[in-house]
């Protein structure tokens, strides 16, 4: 069997639950990886309120979807980050609060804690569960933010020392929260991005550094944060195998444009023609999603394949409905024998 493919909802907030729910169904997905924004998965309620974790799993097995993760991108963001008035656009009131940058990653910090217990909940109210051990390890999906991002060209002139002063407060501040995940045994996954304290092989390595390998920091697996930097992502998964706790299937196009936009985008808007990479709907950008099958299967992840999409160039309801298509069609179960073991017959 195959691996379950799962539309990532953090695109389509602007839905109701029940009609994202609807529509990952018609578009053919087996289940969704709740964001924790909109209405569709309230961290506060699900935390506390059983009925609350409960009618969640009604609207998904109404439709005929299930569900192995929830994703805190947006809180997460604000732990370890330089909070401006940007933070705000994104954030929980309640998280927000005064908007004092301290005040806002501790509160930040604090909410994270929660979505663990609450996704150690919902999954344990999953209505097939009755006791039984998980099927899929419960992750929380997120970011991190950076002290230290915006010193990535490093000039003024930065050192070692200066860089490490930011690993050194990501360990700080998440180390407790992995702690509090470790009690709820649940799994945070880091999605690999530009802006977060990991956003390549070596600073993702580095992180794990920080957190003394702490079990419960790993990856949320998204190949299009890397490619286009010129990162190999297929190595990503042999170097990480163990540690990626979830993935997302995304594409993404470069070495495009014009020739005005480099790969730090110029302060252009996605979709601008003059771009060198863009985002895009799977199977329209460069990403070989063959080799990171294999790669996937070598490392033994069984888990979900969730599609977060994202092309401002296309209709997102007939392309989320291709990209389902398109991941069924590029998976595939490892094989159990090797090929020639039949010679010897």
């Known amino acids: 069997m195959s691996r379950p493919v799962t539309l990532f909802t953090g695109q389509w907030a602007d839905m109701p639950f029940e009609t994202i729910c609807a529509k990952a169904a018609e578009f053919g997905y087996d289940g969704i990886e709740l964001a924790c924004w909109g209405d569709h998965f309230d961290v506060d309620q699900a935390a506390s309120s059983k009925s609350y974790v409960n009618n969640r799993w009604e609207i998904l097995k109404d439709h005929g979807l299930t569900a192995y993760a929830v994703s805190a991108h947006l809180v997460g963001q ?19 609060g005064d908007g004092d940058p301290e005040g806002v990653r501790k509160r930040a910090a604090k909410k994270l804690i929660t979505t663990g217990k609450a996704c150690r909940k919902f999954i344990d109210a999953h209505p097939d569960k009755k006791g039984k051990k998980d099927p899929f390890p419960a992750v929380v999906n997120g970011f991190t933010g ?26 700080k501040r998440f180390t407790p929260i992995l702690n509090a995940f470790d009690k709820a045994n649940v799994n945070f996954a880091l999605e690999v991005h530009p802006t977060e304290i990991a956003f390549d092989i070596a600073s993702a390595q580095r992180a794990i550094d920080a957190v003394k390998g702490h079990k419960r920091f790993g990856f949320n697996y998204d190949p299009s944060h890397l490619g286009y930097q010129g990162v190999d992502y297929v190595k990503f998964i042999y170097n990480f195998g163990k540690r990626i706790y979830h993935v997302h299937m995304k594409d993404v196009q470069w070495g495009k444009g014009n020739g005005d936009v480099g790969v730090f985008g110029g302060h252009t808007t996605f979709a601008d023609p003059r771009r060198f990479w863009d985002f895009r709907s799977l199977g329209h950008g460069d990403v070989d999603f063959d080799q990171i099958i294999c790669a996937l299967n070598d490392v033994s992840y069984s888990g979900p394949l969730s599609v977060e999409w994202e092309d401002s160039r296309m209709d997102r309801e007939h392309g989320a409905a291709e990209a389902c298509q398109f991941v069924r069609d590029v998976d595939f179960k490892p094989s159990g024998l090797a090929f020639d073991a039949q010679f010897d017959n």
């Not at 980050?81 to 927000?96: A, G, Q, S, Y």
């Not at 002139?157 to 407060?169: I, L």
């Open 146 to 171: 950076s002290s230290i991002w915006h010193s990535i060209y490093a000039f003024p002139p930065t050192d070692q020392n200066y860089w490490q002063k930011g690993f050194n407060d990501f360990a």
């Open 78 to 96: 604000a732990v370890c980050d330089n909070i401006d008035e940007r933070h705000k656009l994104i954030l929980p009131e309640d998280v927000w």
